[in-house]
């Protein structure tokens, strides 16, 4: 019964174990950049050129800094490559994963020690509200015999009211040793289990994240940051949701081919998810398809007479905008005329729009072609009209095409009304042209 219970406690225990070390701190995004590493030359130095495993309690920032949702106005140092947010901090070779402080912020963590004329130097640089805390490590090496020739110098940059947080790489000449050979880099949160970390073992420009708290990064004499590397950590951003450009919401009567355009949304986003269809929220024609562009080009044509229902949702590297609102849109009914007498005097629209259900074909390619417009109409207050150039190298070639009659029988009567604007010579030649087709084709 004993070693029943016993098996049972291990297996607890390692279920445990792995669960806790899938756990990450998901406020923070990581990001590298390239940055001119600036050495901080004042400030108040701590210690001296033979710190070994000392620590430097309560340290003013000299503004509030916000780490994992919690504000903090103080640090303290490490010589050992890392601080804690708040009054205190063990010191440990191991911060991430096996020290005994929470809320630890870890550059380049090992045994540290520093060399001769090396020094551990913080800052408070700028003015409000764009300050940065700077904490410095001037002339570190690894603390072991082989190591002894080492050159290393890095900084954490805690940034005011973005809170966000940098790591800067200046100078490194490491030695090659199968002692110290790995470092832990990254950020830990209320307990080793909640972390976010870097891994690599040959290049410190193409880390990836870790998936232990244990992970670590090689430093050796091919391995390691190049001077002016910055590893960054910001807050989580998610982006904002954004507005419509066209169709716009609740409109009626549209081509079957209509465009969905959007304004770019702030927050930075990475792209675009596009919902669309005849449910509500719309999910049965598009089910979140993901593009870069601000418009959307429906692959198949909609149906007559049919609402439409569509949604963007912006999202980046944090996750998807919240609370986007969902548009809709109707299609114009099937354009076949099969009742007469018809007429059209083009008053159902507002102008420059032409009816959806009529076709305009601009075939020079030019700035001139069919259109509405609400003054000179033959009866108010619309009317279509054709702009043109007599001067123009290229000739007219502009064509207003109805909708499809369904016409039965032996004889037709078509008209239409023609105003010529005194302003504009007249035309050359004006077409007015009727294709029979037999009922199949259309």
């Known amino acids: 019964m004993r070693n029943n219970y016993s098996k049972l406690l291990l297996m607890l225990t390692l279920l445990l174990t792995v669960s806790l070390g899938w756990s990450v701190i998901t406020d923070y995004v990581f990001t590298t950049s390239t940055e001119t590493y600036v050495p901080l030359t004042d400030g108040t130095v701590h210690g001296t050129d033979t710190n070994n495993d000392q620590v430097f309690n309560a340290i003013p920032l000299g ?66 509200p764009d300050r940065v805390f700077t904490v410095q490590w001037a002339n570190y090496r690894r603390n072991a015999t082989a190591t002894a020739n ?32 790995t470092v832990q880099v990254g950020l830990r949160g209320a307990s080793n289990a909640e972390y976010t970390n870097r891994t690599t073992t040959t290049n410190w420009a193409a ?51 209509t465009d969905l355009t959007w304004l770019a949304a ?29 418009t959307y080009d429906h692959p198949t044509p909609y149906a007559y007479n049919t609402t439409y229902y569509w949604q963007i949702i912006p999202y980046n590297a944090s996750g998807d905008a919240v609370n986007c609102p969902v548009w809709s849109f109707t299609t114009m009914p099937d354009p076949i005329v099969t009742t007469f007498p018809y007429a059209m005097n083009f008053d159902n629209v507002t102008a420059p729009l ?6 305009i074909i601009n075939a020079n390619s030019d700035n001139f072609t069919w259109k509405t417009v609400n003054s000179g109409a033959y009866s108010t207050p619309n009317a279509l009209r054709c702009d043109f150039n007599s001067a123009q190298a290229v000739p007219m070639d502009d064509w207003a095409v109805s909708p499809p009659l369904v016409l039965e029988g032996d004889t037709f009567t078509a ?28």
């Open 63 to 128: 503004f509030t800094f916000n780490y994992n949702g919690t504000d903090y106005t103080q640090v303290s140092i490490s010589s050992n490559g890392f601080i804690a947010m708040g009054a205190t901090v063990a010191s440990s070779n191991t911060a991430l994963s096996t020290g005994t402080t929470n809320n630890v912020v870890v550059p380049f963590n090992r045994d540290l020690i520093s060399r001769t004329g090396g020094t551990l130097l913080s800052a408070m640089t700028g003015t409000a």
């Open 150 to 181: 080492d050159t290393l110098n890095f900084q954490i940059k805690l940034f005011e009211t973005t809170n966000q947080i940098s790591f800067r790489y200046g100078y490194f000449r490491p030695i090659t040793s199968s002692l110290h050979q």
């Open 207 to 257: 880390t990836t994240a870790g998936t232990a708290n244990t992970a670590t990064c090689y430093i050796n004499a091919t391995v390691y940051p190049a001077n002016g590397m910055a590893f960054n950590w910001g807050l989580a951003t998610l982006p904002q949701p954004c507005q419509y450009v066209s169709p716009a919401n609740s409109a009626t009567n549209l081509a079957l081919g």
């Open 266 to 294: 702030a927050g930075a986003p990475s792209g675009y998810k596009v919902f669309m269809g005849t449910d509500n929220p719309p999910t049965n024609l598009v089910n979140g398809t993901s593009t870069t562009l601000l």
């Open 354 to 359: 032409v009816p959806p259900s009529w076709t």
């Open 415 to 442: 008209s239409h009304s023609v105003t010529k604007r005194k302003t504009s010579p007249s035309p050359k030649s004006w077409k007015s042209n009727t294709a029979m087709l037999p009922l199949w084709q259309r």
